[in-house]
């Protein structure tokens, strides 16, 4: 078994539009005051599997389908700022890298700010959790919108072209890391490990691997939208959590997230719409 640091890839992060919130949302001790949450997808190139994207972020399929009611809702709740210019499959193309590159999509959770551009990589396959997809299977309406999915952003082969994490080979990542008991490895050899951060919404999941240039890293999705909560040890604001999928969890995963934190200074934690992660992430000038 491969110890997770023999094979490295190679990561860069996007931008890919962002929404205006309160700063204190995200991290209860923040001020009072208007920020920009980024959502963040990321470009993984694995020395055999070829290209990779984790999370896809916003694109003009996220504003085609929230035109409507009841759809609409979504938007009028998260006001989203967007160019398609911003979008990821543009951004790839801007860099030389065409759609039909991408060989797979790996979805943290089903949230439209993560799946808006999955229809723009026709011949990715997509990794995600069984858990997370029976959640929103079947969901339209209302209960969609209530749980952030929209359903029109998946595309209509979705299930032929899925395959389920749990399903992969388990991961002794504890054993290793000292946290995160549930953890799968994608590619069966130990480079790109799906960790479990259920939550924000149920099934979700990171990504951990280790990167050519910044070592181990983990790609957290929203198991908390700052790393200074993390470092401060600071939950989200209590309204935060009328949104989630379950408080509970959330509070685990974010605790377990603190100790990985304490436990692994040298591991880079990118969250999905962390200001930090934001400022190195590649992005549209504009």
Not at 68 to 80: E, G, K, S, T
Not at 155 to 172: G, I, L, M, N
Not at 192 to 206: D, E, F, I, T
Not at 208 to 232: H, I, N, Q, Y
């Amino acid at each position: 078994m491969s110890s997770g640091t023999e094979i490295k890839v190679r990561c860069k992060l996007f931008r890919t539009g962002y929404c205006r919130q309160l700063e204190r949302m995200a991290r209860r001790d923040a001020p009072l005051r208007p920020a920009s949450f980024y959502s963040l997808a990321a470009l993984i190139r694995h020395p055999k599997a070829g290209y990779l994207l984790f999370d896809t972020g916003y694109s003009t399929h996220f504003f085609r389908e929230t035109s409507r009611l009841p759809y609409l809702l979504y938007r009028w709740a998260v006001p989203v700022v967007f160019r398609k210019e911003e979008a990821l499959v543009e951004q790839l193309k801007a860099l030389g890298i065409s759609p039909e590159e991408i060989r797979h999509v790996f979805l943290s959770h089903f949230h439209g700010d993560h799946i808006g551009g999955v229809r723009d990589f026709p011949g990715a396959s997509i990794l995600c959790s069984r858990e997370a997809y029976d959640h929103i299977r079947g969901m339209r309406g209302l209960r969609a919108v209530r749980n952030g999915f929209v359903p029109g952003l998946l595309p209509p082969d979705f299930a032929k072209r899925v395959q389920f994490v749990e399903e992969k080979e388990p991961f002794p990542f504890r054993d290793r890391y000292g946290v995160f008991e549930t953890v799968f490895d994608c590619f069966g050899d130990g480079s790109l490990l799906a960790v479990r951060l259920s939550g924000h919404a149920p099934g979700q999941y990171g990504l951990f691997f280790v990167d050519e240039e910044r070592g181990p890293t983990l790609l957290c999705a929203d198991a908390t939208w700052s790393m200074a909560a993390v470092r401060k040890q600071v939950e989200p604001h209590p309204l935060t959590f009328a949104v989630m999928g379950g408080g509970r969890e959330f509070r685990r995963s974010f605790r377990q997230l603190m100790e990985f934190h304490r436990l692994n200074p040298s591991v880079r934690i990118f969250p999905s719409h962390c200001p930090e992660a934001a400022a190195m992430a590649e992005g549209v000038e504009g």
